[in-house]
């Protein structure tokens, strides 16, 4: 059973990442699914410990350098942009294991509980505030979702290696905004469609540059932080209209080499 101190607390195991500018991909957004390898034995163990839990849930978080003295304080400002995570598959291999997360919602880790092996703590959810007029959210939605799936019709025409998803990041994380979800928590956790929306963009395109995916580093950061839904979707949509021009300056490309 997962540990409650409140219906709006979960006590969860914690993964912690860093933050760096070499590798673009620690910070998980809402939405996004992301393949792990672990190997460690503490991380291992994390895993089996998640998926004895009811939900198969866990935290993945970006940890700042901190240092836990007491495993009753609070967290420090140092843990950063927790999400919420599923895990949807494992693969077990000869050293550790290949494990499919998706990230499902803002969380914010309150207090550290348990050190070793592994990190363990309390979490409550993040949301986003309630908007003024739900009714000017709907139409903002419809052009986020309606610019993905242009971005996603024009990626599936870029010639990707062979190893390459036969499905865009794009294209999953929105048909994952428009599942319900299997989940027996508080719906605290659970973001509004708007905001699951706003988040499915943040995925990286096929061939990006490590410019480009700086720069999906910094929007997710930035949407992280966000506390409205408006806004978000707002940055959203400049963020991919911008990789449509990108993506179709690559074609253009391509259609000239190819020639």
């Not at 849930?57 to 140092?78: G, K």
């Not at 959210?137 to 986020?144: T, Y």
């Amino acid at each position: 059973m997962v540990a409650m101190a409140t219906s709006l607390e979960l006590e969860l195991p914690l993964l912690p990442f860093s933050l760096n500018e070499v590798d673009f991909a620690q910070v998980l957004v809402p939405s996004e699914s992301k393949t792990l390898h672990l190997y460690e034995a503490r991380y291992l163990g994390l895993l089996e410990e998640s998926l004895m839990r009811k939900n198969k849930l866990f935290v993945h978080f970006v940890l700042d350098p901190i240092i836990i003295e007491n495993s009753t304080e609070e967290a420090s400002f140092a843990a950063r942009n927790g999400c919420l995570v599923f895990i949807e598959n494992v693969e077990r291999l000869e050293v550790g294991a290949l494990v499919s997360i998706r990230g499902i919602g803002r969380v914010k880790i309150v207090k550290f509980v348990q050190a070793d092996p592994y990190l363990k703590g309390v979490v409550i959810p993040v949301q986003d505030r309630a908007p003024d007029s739900v009714s000017k959210l709907h139409p903002k939605v419809m052009q986020v979702k309606e610019a993905l799936y242009s971005l996603n019709s024009l990626e599936i025409k870029l010639k990707a290696p062979k190893e390459a998803q036969l499905q865009t990041r794009i294209a999953n994380s929105l048909m994952w905004t428009e599942k319900e979800l299997p989940l027996d928590c508080n719906e605290a956790f659970f973001p509004s469609l708007a905001e699951r929306v706003s988040f499915a963009s943040l995925q990286p395109v096929s061939g990006s540059t490590e410019s480009e995916l700086l720069k999906l580093q910094q929007e997710k950061l930035r949407a992280m932080d966000l506390r409205d839904s408006f806004q978000r979707l707002d940055n959203s949509l400049e963020f991919v209209k911008d990789n449509i021009s990108r993506v179709a300056a690559k074609l253009a490309i391509q259609s000239v080499e190819m020639q």
